[in-house]
């Protein structure tokens, strides 16, 4: 079955520590994104990758980091400093930059 | 940035009726995606469209790509068409980046 998977799909976390959320694909898509959506919104991009080893910052990027070390994997890490955390994440990816964009499930993050 | 602008906020059908929904863009773009996301916050791909017109099934979406503007039709609504319609468009010389409007909420009651 191709597509892209999320895991956990909701994840609990104390104030202060930092939590890494996972995105998998086998679409053989180059690019990757991250988007963040909060309750009654539509999504923000947080971080995006077209190729191995590059990524470069969305709109929302401040206290988040991310690494793409292999094409298949786009792991999100929410740090400490990130202000207000609890949201939705989703991971999405696409053929190449400018091509239509397909998401995986999402995980729910609660940050308390 | 781009302006992305979607109405109606919220609409109610019964079951059966048809609707149209509006997205509205403040620039060229390159790249516009409908989606529907169900209640478990999927998004389930409708249609890439930056412009002309598609069908698939029930759905047609029509994009005006120099009048900034795309519609999304759903006929014979059913309760399973429920949920929240996003349109997100990629602006003209940019790249990767989606920007999403900001919804419209459908229930579909029996």
């Known amino acids: 079955d191709g597509g892209i998977t999320q895991s956990p799909k909701y994840l609990f976390r104390k104030e202060g520590q930092n939590v890494t959320l996972s995105c998998e694909q086998n679409l053989n898509h180059d690019a990757m994104y991250w988007y963040r959506q909060d309750p009654g919104q539509g999504l923000r991009l947080i971080y995006y990758?077209?190729?191995?080893?590059?990524?470069q910052k969305g709109d929302i990027a401040e206290g988040y980091s991310v690494s793409r070390e292999k094409k298949e994997s786009f792991p999100l890490t929410v740090t400490s400093a990130q202000k207000n955390p609890t949201a939705f994440y989703l991971c999405?990816?696409?053929?190449?930059?400018?091509?239509?964009?397909?998401f995986g499930p999402g995980t729910r993050l609660t940050v308390t | 940035g781009i302006q992305v602008e979607q109405s109606p906020p919220d609409l109610i059908l019964q079951e059966g009726a048809n609707s149209t929904l509006r997205c509205n863009f403040s620039?060229?773009?390159?790249?516009l995606q409908w989606f529907h996301q169900n209640p478990w916050g999927q998004l389930i791909n409708l249609f890439y469209i930056p412009s002309g017109t598609k069908q698939n099934g029930r759905l047609s979406a029509t994009t005006v790509a120099t009048e900034r503007y795309s519609l999304l039709y759903i006929s014979s609504s059913q309760t399973t068409d429920s949920g929240v319609y996003f349109c997100?468009?990629?602006?003209?010389?940019?790249?990767?980046?989606?920007?999403f409007g900001t919804g419209t909420r459908l229930q579909v009651t029996l």
């Open positions: 620039d060229s773009v390159n790249n």
């Open positions: 999405a990816s696409s053929i190449t930059a400018h091509y239509e964009q397909y």
């Open positions: 997100a468009v990629q602006p003209t010389g940019t790249a990767s980046k989606l920007t």
């Open positions: 990758s077209q190729i191995v080893n590059d990524f």
